[in-house]
C-alpha cells in the first residue's frame, strides 16, 4: 500500500487563482482571491521588491569574493590598471572612515570678546570655536598600522641575506644546505623556546641575543639602559622583523615605565618606540634614539 503526497497547483479560472490538489485519482479546486490584471507572482509568495532586496545582498556578499579572484588572475597592464582602480576606492574609504572617527572639540580662538554686556550663560562660550581634531590614541593607532614616523635616520643602508644569513651545511656527508644562522643581533621573547634542531631553519645564536638598549631621549639629553620590548619594523626586509634582526635604523619597542611618562589623561605610558643609531654586532650593544 502507498500514498500520493498531495502537491498543490496554482492556475487560472475565469480571470481567478485556483489551487488544486491532487492526489490518487481526485482533485479539489479552491478559489483564493480574484487576480488583479497583469499580476505574476503567486499567493503567499514575497513581493517582487523583497526578491530583488534579497539578490542585492547577496550580490553585494559575494563581490569581495569575486574581486580577489579576478585580481589573482589579471596579468600585465590590465593588472596595474585594476589595482590602481581598487587602491583609489580604498583611499575614499580610509577618508570616509577618517571623517567619521574625527570628534568636535572646544577651543580657545584669539579673537577679541565683543564689546558689551554678555549674559551669564554665554560667559563660558565666548572666544571659543570647534575644531575637528582626532584624538592622540587614533593618531598612534594610525602611525603604527602605516609603519611610518618622524625617525633620526630617514634612510638607511639595506642589509643583503648574503650578509644577515650563513649557510649552515648539514646531513651525514654535509651536503645539505637548507639552514641558516644568522649573524646580526637579534631579540627573542621572554619564553622563547628553540625548535628541535630536524624542523629549526634559521639559527639565532644566543650570544647575539639582546635584551637591552640604551636610549637617548631627545628632549632630556639623557640616556637610559631600558630592556626591549620587541622589534616593530626592520626597514630592510619583512623577513629580519619576524626573526627580530636589529640592524641600523631598525625601530624597536623600548619599555619606558621607569622614566615616568605619562599621557594627557593622567596614565602612565609603558612602552615606547626607538630607532636604533649604531651597528649593534660591531659595538656590542644597541644604540638608539627615543621617537617622540
Not at 496554482?10 to 485556483?18: A, C, E, H, R, S
Not at 593618531?139 to 644569513?165: I, M, N, T
Not at 625548535?195 to 644566543?206: D, G, L
Not at 660591531?282 to 617622540?292: E, P, Q, R, S, Y
Request: glycine content about 6%; some cysteine; proline content about 5%.
Amino acid at each position: 500500500m502507498f500514498c500520493i503526497q498531495s502537491v498543490p497547483v496554482y492556475f487560472w479560472i475565469q480571470n481567478q487563482v485556483v489551487c488544486s490538489s491532487e492526489s490518487s485519482g481526485f482533485a479539489c479546486y479552491e478559489f483564493l482571491r480574484p487576480a488583479v490584471d497583469n499580476e505574476v507572482a503567486l499567493p503567499n509568495c514575497p513581493s517582487n521588491f523583497a526578491v530583488f532586496q534579497q539578490g542585492r545582498r547577496k550580490k553585494e556578499g559575494r563581490m569581495a569574493h569575486e574581486r580577489a579572484q579576478k585580481a589573482k588572475k589579471l596579468r600585465g597592464i590590465r593588472a596595474k590598471l585594476y589595482n590602481k582602480k581598487r587602491h583609489a576606492e580604498k583611499v575614499q574609504m580610509k577618508k570616509t572612515i577618517k571623517m567619521h572617527e574625527e570628534r568636535k572639540t572646544k577651543q580657545k580662538s584669539n579673537d577679541d570678546v565683543p564689546d558689551g554686556a554678555v549674559p551669564a550663560y554665554l560667559l563660558d562660550r565666548e572666544g571659543q570655536t570647534r575644531a575637528k581634531v582626532l584624538s592622540n590614541m587614533i593618531k598612534q593607532k594610525r602611525k603604527e598600522k602605516a609603519g611610518k614616523w618622524e625617525v633620526p635616520l630617514p634612510k638607511v643602508r639595506g642589509v643583503s641575506e648574503k650578509e644577515v644569513f650563513r649557510v649552515v651545511k648539514t646531513g651525514k656527508s654535509k651536503r645539505k644546505g637548507w639552514k641558516r644562522m644568522v649573524t646580526k643581533v637579534t631579540y627573542v621573547g621572554e619564553g622563547f623556546t628553540r625548535k628541535p634542531p630536524k624542523y629549526e631553519r634559521f639559527i639565532r645564536p644566543m650570544a647575539l641575543r639582546y635584551k637591552k638598549a640604551h636610549v637617548t631621549h631627545p628632549e632630556l639629553k639623557a640616556t637610559f639602559c631600558l630592556p626591549v620590548i620587541g622589534v616593530k619594523k626592520n626597514p630592510t626586509s619583512p623577513l629580519y622583523t619576524s626573526l627580530g634582526v636589529i640592524t641600523k635604523g631598525t625601530v624597536i619597542e623600548v619599555n619606558v615605565s621607569e622614566l615616568g611618562l605619562v599621557t594627557q589623561g593622567g596614565k602612565v605610558i609603558w612602552g615606547k618606540y626607538a630607532q636604533v643609531t649604531n651597528n649593534p654586532e660591531n659595538d656590542g650593544c644597541i644604540n638608539a634614539v627615543l621617537l617622540v
